[in-house]
Every structure is written in C-alpha cells, then in structure tokens.
Nanobody, 123 residues
Framework: HVQLVESGGGSARAGGSLTLSCAVS????????ITWFRQAPGKEREGVAV???????SYGASAKGRFTISRDNVRQTLDLQMNSLNPEDTATYYC??????????????????WGKGTQVTVS
C-alpha cells in the first residue's frame, strides 16, 4: 500500500516559479515509479514528469525544458520544480505511484495509488 500527499501549490505570476512536493509513505519507496500529473478543468489528466524505479526522470511534452523533478530516497519525496510558468499550467497537480511495471508511464490509468492533489494557479 502507498500513500501520497502533495504540497506546495498556490498562485504564481506568469514567468514565475513554484515547487511542489510529494511525500510518499511506503515500505518499498526505492522500487516504485512516481509520477506527477495535472488536470485542468474540462481536460484529461496529463502526465507531467516521471521518476522511474531507478530514479531516472522523463517528462511530458508540456514540461520539457521548464520543469525538473528530484527524488529523495531518504526523505521519500519527489519534488517538481516548475519554472517559466504560464496560465496554461493552471491545474490541479497530483502525484501517483505504481510498484508494478507499466508500459506507458505518462498515462494515468497505469497508476493505482494517488494523492488528493494541490492546486496551481498562474495568472
């Protein structure tokens, strides 16, 4: 079983930065994939950034060049540093975890464990 809690959401101006954090409670942290997703009103949930089981990062198209994830295996957290924010980044941001292998790590249906989300508003 995995529990996830997001924090760090809030408001930012266009061009600004925010850092989100996902705290993960599990006995198998080092062996799970953790991914940041976001969902804007009326839109599908979108994969933003993945931390694979070996810690290697990968990014969705909207995040490349602007967002960076960092995984801390001691604190059991996954941070999402977001730079050059624009209003299109406004969404609820969720972190998700999956211990089992997945084929499409940026697809929401691959993940069983989810946090409740944190709101990011860019104006």
């Amino acid at each position: 079983h995995v529990q996830l809690v997001e924090s760090g959401g809030g408001s930012a101006r266009a061009g600004g930065s925010l850092t989100l954090s996902c705290a993960v409670s599990t006995s198998t942290y080092s062996g799970i994939r953790i991914t940041w997703f976001r969902q804007a009103p009326g839109k599908e949930r979108e994969g933003v950034a993945v931390s694979a089981t070996d810690g290697s990062p990968s990014y969705g198209a909207s995040a490349k060049g602007r967002f960076t994830i960092s995984r801390d295996n001691v604190r059991q957290t996954l941070d999402l540093q977001m730079n050059s924010l624009n209003p299109e980044d406004t969404a609820t941001y969720y972190c998700a975890a999956e211990p089992s292998p997945v084929l499409k790590p940026l697809e929401a249906y691959e993940y069983r464990f989810w946090g409740k989300g944190t709101q990011v508003t860019v104006s």
